[in-house]
């Protein structure tokens, strides 16, 4: 069975159809015992310092894996650098199939975009259709997860970010996923329920540094919300969908004005205080943080990341008087 990489949320349902492994070369850059040095030794490479740090770490998570077939990338509806990224990954002999969410969400477009994944693929609709269902039944179990964080308070914020963000490759394999999702829920419902009374979002792309979780939650916070990452298991949607309307239901690749209105509905939904948007640093999307200040009644702050290795200093102290400040309000 060969590996299939790719740089942003696919339909996965495809790759597993084909009998492939998918493998989120993100998952892969940041969950590496030395994530850091992937950075250095692109930069070596030639990639600029002032470039980011998940293109760079993509690119050398992949070169050390080594027997992945090629990768998917997404070059519309995600980072404005992956195009760049694949032409150097041609350079380097690594074979690449370009994939992209139309903007618009135009319904045409992201069929013939789907359907032409299938085609390099070798799969039709109908058992790709089959392996959605086999793979909703994992959503599901990971739509309840979420729900015994902000509803029942027995999963952390971070669980609930690591087990939603794992949802783009389910670990390669997600019958066996399945089973740890079982695994984790059975203990999780046995725990005492947290007990910090702020509630907070996370609102953007899964963070570099995952310790702000901890963080937050030493300090009298919890984060019962995490917008990306719910979004790649589909539950917004619901799971009773063809593999093209779960597709473009699914807002991240789409515009913020998609991304607001879910956001909103869920800070409603689960009784939230505060919202920490999350940017990377040299990303567009650090422009979008005006919209949402805008757009959002509920305080939020702004935090940016730029490499792996813990929160530094400056954020620290912000996050943490931001959560005073909630806390004063309530």
Same mark, same amino acid.
């Given at each position: 069975?060969?590996?299939?990489?790719?740089?942003?949320?696919?339909?996965?349902?495809?790759?597993?159809?084909?009998?492939?492994?998918?493998?989120?070369? &993100?998952?892969?850059?940041?969950?590496?015992?030395?994530?850091?040095?992937?950075?250095?030794?692109?930069?070596?490479?030639?990639?600029?310092? &002032?470039?980011?740090?998940?293109?760079?770490?993509?690119?050398?998570?992949?070169?050390?894996?080594?027997?992945?077939?090629?990768?998917?990338?997404?070059?519309?509806?995600?980072?404005? &650098?992956? +195009? $760049?990224?694949?032409?150097?990954?041609?350079?380097?002999?690594?074979?690449?199939?370009?994939?992209?969410?139309?903007?618009?969400?135009?319904?045409? +477009?992201?069929?013939?975009?789907?359907?032409?994944?299938?085609?390099?693929?070798?799969?039709?609709?109908?058992?790709?259709?089959?392996?959605?269902?086999?793979?909703?039944?994992?959503?599901?179990?990971?739509?309840?997860?979420?729900?015994?964080?902000?509803?029942?308070?027995?999963?952390?914020?971070?669980?609930?970010?690591?087990?939603?963000?794992?949802?783009?490759?389910?670990?390669?394999?997600?019958?066996?996923?399945?089973?740890?999702?079982? $695994?984790?829920?059975?203990?999780?419902?046995?725990?005492?329920?947290?007990?910090?009374?702020?509630?907070?979002?996370?609102?953007?792309?899964?963070?570099?540094?995952?310790?702000?979780?901890?963080?937050?939650?030493?300090?009298?916070?919890?984060?019962?919300?995490?917008?990306?990452?719910?979004?790649?298991?589909?539950?917004?949607?619901?799971?009773?969908?063809?593999?093209?309307?779960?597709?473009?239901?699914?807002?991240?690749?789409?515009?913020?004005?998609? +991304?607001?209105?879910?956001?909103?509905?869920?800070?409603?939904?689960?009784?939230?205080?505060?919202?920490?948007?999350?940017?990377?640093?040299?990303?567009?999307?650090?422009?979008?943080?005006?919209?949402?200040?805008?757009?959002?009644?509920?305080?939020?702050?702004?935090?940016?990341?730029?490499?792996?290795?813990?929160?530094?200093?400056?954020?620290?102290? +912000?996050?943490?008087?931001?959560?005073?400040?909630?806390?004063?309000?309530?």
């Amino acid at each position: 069975m060969g590996r299939i990489g790719f740089t942003t949320t696919i339909p996965v349902e495809i790759i597993y159809a084909a009998g492939k492994v998918p493998v989120d070369l &993100n998952n892969v850059f940041v969950t590496h015992p030395n994530p850091e040095e992937l950075l250095c030794q692109a930069e070596k490479r030639g990639f600029p310092r &002032n470039s980011c740090a998940w293109i760079k770490g993509i690119y050398s998570a992949l070169m050390g894996l080594g027997d992945v077939d090629c990768i998917i990338g997404v070059v519309e509806g995600d980072c404005s &650098n992956t +195009r $760049a990224l694949l032409e150097v990954l041609e350079l380097e002999g690594i074979d690449y199939v370009p994939f992209s969410y139309p903007r618009t969400r135009n319904e045409k +477009r992201l069929k013939e975009e789907i359907d032409s994944l299938m085609r390099a693929f070798g799969v039709d609709y109908k058992r790709v259709m089959e392996i959605k269902g086999e793979i909703d039944m994992v959503r599901r179990k990971v739509q309840y997860l979420d729900e015994l964080t902000y509803k029942y308070n027995k999963v952390s914020g971070f669980e609930n970010h690591l087990w939603q963000v794992s949802c783009s490759d389910f670990e390669g394999d997600y019958r066996e996923y399945g089973a740890k999702v079982d $695994a984790l829920t059975v203990e999780a419902e046995k725990r005492a329920e947290f007990t910090q009374p702020v509630r907070l979002g996370y609102v953007g792309v899964p963070p570099v540094f995952p310790e702000i979780y901890q963080f937050v939650e030493e300090h009298g916070a919890r984060i019962v919300f995490n917008e990306v990452q719910r979004q790649f298991t589909l539950a917004p949607g619901g799971f009773d969908r063809d593999i093209y309307q779960a597709y473009r239901d699914f807002t991240y690749p789409y515009s913020l004005e998609d +991304r607001l209105q879910d956001i909103r509905a869920e800070i409603s939904n689960r009784g939230i205080d505060g919202i920490i948007h999350y940017t990377q640093a040299f990303c567009f999307r650090g422009i979008e943080d005006i919209v949402v200040k805008e757009r959002i009644d509920t305080p939020v702050l702004m935090i940016e990341g730029d490499r792996p290795g813990g929160l530094d200093a400056r954020t620290k102290l +912000r996050i943490e008087s931001f959560i005073e400040m909630l806390h004063d309000l309530k």
